[in-house]
């Protein structure tokens, strides 16, 4: 990384804008001893308030909420799922419309800025940060469900579908099942879910390092809203982010501990259920205090480049000693089945698929979009110097092609040995345990679930460790520098939040918090995919 600058400062031209507002001017800074505190006064004070609120009375009624979180996520996903899939196409026409426009040619940072990091680096880091820890999780059960739902075909109950497959299934017809399950799963990991997170960091790092505001989700609103975005409207933007961000990490952090105790048990038997789950959390929320301790560069950036590492290593196993021939021709035929089911799978009205349309997709992109605020500023940290059309194809199509990679190694894997071998383990065992159970019939299962654990726990770090600095940015009032005791409490409360909504309904409360946040901020990026045009469109671009 450059050295002796700094690193919101723009090189060449831009188009800055004209406020007397500062960074921090709102801030109450504290000083005790060697400790000090650096906070925006109303972000920090609420949604510090209510994350405290939020865990004290998810613990104190632990029975009465899982009720509550198991309604609620429910009625979100089933009534608002055709909003949710139509805001995740919008995403995607738009960003795939500024690459290939003329406003591609806009440098973040300025028309003279180079890259912080290299290609290695910078795509570890969006790779490690976005999906880690679901692709762990998912890998290997979302085509293998898809694929059982879809061989089973359709069931009609008094007019109204209940069975779980896309579409219209594939009856007895292990060929299609497959390439619809592998289509189903790919629409989950590809274009959509990078294009929201695309979204919000591309209007982060064009409002703070071309335009010159605080790196904080209201600054994106500046085009929309004027000076008022530094009052209670913006204030009210950042707090949700804050949330959103928080409630979608636990739900990560709470599959993350799942997957890992289901990895343990089956390896060394140890016991399943909340303790160990808890114990968990707590172990990896402390290895992600010391990442956060060590920074940015020598801590998230080390830690991605090394599961990186790991998760390349497994996946080439993976390759080598299962159906080799059948995942290289599976790829190219998963791709072709995705461009194909894509209009069927992206349409948001008259579905018949209802599970999988409401119980996948929209909990999905509630998901994804609950991660945005997350995800997006850190792909902003770290993507200073790249042109917007380099930015979006970037971060569009490659991590895209990385995930459907993934599926295509580890699903297909899992699918024929269901087919060929009539190996049924996968498909029977719990969710989280089914990686480990498809890993079980290949050589050297011992360590590859070994490795596979560490993978989790590793993402499960980067995850906790990006997210605590991301939210402590925002509540901080767009410092990026704020004292160390700042990202301490959030790293910390990351790991609350995940233990409480374990206790409180496990999976399914951590589902519900993720959807019920998702949908606000929904709303809240389709409107920065206006105020990012009208930014764009100002700024000199590149030759």
């Known amino acids: 990384m450059t050295e002796n600058r700094d690193p919101m400062a723009p090189d060449g031209a831009v188009n800055p804008i004209d406020t007397d507002y500062k960074v921090g001017q709102d801030n109450i800074v504290v000083n005790v001893g060697p400790l ?17 609120a939020f865990v004290v009375l998810t613990l104190a009624f632990q029975s009465q909420v899982e009720p509550l979180f198991s309604g609620m996520r429910n009625w979100l996903t089933s009534n608002l799922d055709g909003f949710f899939i139509a805001a995740g196409n919008v995403f995607v026409l738009v960003m795939l419309g500024l690459a290939v426009s003329p406003l591609g040619r806009v440098r973040l940072g300025g028309t003279e800025a180079t890259p912080d990091y290299t290609y290695l680096g910078w795509f ?14 998912f890998g290997v059960s979302e085509p293998l469900s898809h ?40 629409y989950h990991w590809a274009l959509h879910p990078w294009a ?38 913006g204030h009210l933007i950042d707090i949700l982010a804050v949330l959103a961000t928080l409630f979608g990490l636990a739900t990560s952090l709470g599959y993350g501990a799942a997957q890992a105790s289901s990895g343990l048990n089956f390896l060394f038997d140890v016991p399943l259920g909340n303790t160990t789950q808890i114990v968990l959390v707590i172990g990896i929320t402390a290895i992600a205090l010391a990442s956060v301790v060590a920074g940015l560069d020598a801590g998230v950036k080390r830690l991605s480049e090394i599961n990186m590492a790991l998760a390349l290593l497994l996946m080439l196993f993976v390759i080598a000693v299962g159906p080799t021939l059948d995942i290289v021709s599976g790829f190219f035929a998963n791709l072709g089945a995705y461009v194909e089911h894509l209009p069927a799978l992206s349409n948001p009205v008259g579905r018949e698929d209802v599970n999988y349309s409401q119980g996948w997709t929209a909990f999905y992109w509630a998901w994804w979009i609950s991660w945005s605020p997350f995800v997006g500023m850190f792909i902003a940290r770290v993507s ?7 930015f979006i194809f970037s971060v569009l199509i490659v991590p895209s092609l990385a995930c459907v990679l993934w599926m295509t190694v580890f699903g297909e894997t899992a699918i024929l040995q269901v087919v060929r071998d009539a190996y049924q383990a996968a498909t029977a065992a719990e969710l989280p345990l089914q990686l480990f159970a498809m890993l079980d019939a290949l050589p050297l299962a011992s360590i590859t679930s070994f490795i596979a654990i560490i993978l989790v726990v590793v993402f499960f770090v980067t995850s906790s460790d990006s997210g605590s600095l991301v939210i402590d940015v925002i509540a901080a009032g767009g410092k990026v520098d704020a004292p160390l005791p700042q990202r301490v409490f959030w790293c910390t409360f990351e790991g609350l939040v995940a233990i409480a909504l374990i206790l409180g309904g496990g999976l399914v409360a951590l589902q ?30 590149a030759s």
């Open 36 to 52: 000090g505190l650096d906070i925006h006064n109303r972000v920090f004070a609420i949604s510090g308030l209510l994350v405290v």
């Open 147 to 186: 694929f059982g739902s879809a061989l089973g075909g359709t069931v009609v109950e008094n007019g109204v579908r209940t069975d779980w497959a896309p579409l219209g299934a594939a009856a007895g017809d292990a060929e299609a099942a497959t390439r619809l399950a592998m289509a189903a799963t790919i």
């Open 384 to 390: 200073r110097g790249r042109t917007v059309r380099e």
């Open 196 to 233: 929201m997170y695309a979204t919000i960091a591309l209007g982060l790092a064009l409002f703070s390092f071309n335009k010159g505001l605080p790196l904080t989700v209201r600054s994106v609103f500046y085009p929309l809203l004027g000076e008022r975005v530094w009052g209670w409207p």
């Open 124 to 137: 570890s880091m969006l790779f490690a940060a976005g999906m880690g820890i679901g692709l762990m999780f």
């Open 512 to 541: 519900a918090m993720a959807v019920s946040t998702g949908l606000p901020f929904t709303i809240v990026l389709l409107m920065s995919t206006v105020a990012v045009i009208k930014g764009l469109a100002s700024e000199p671009r």
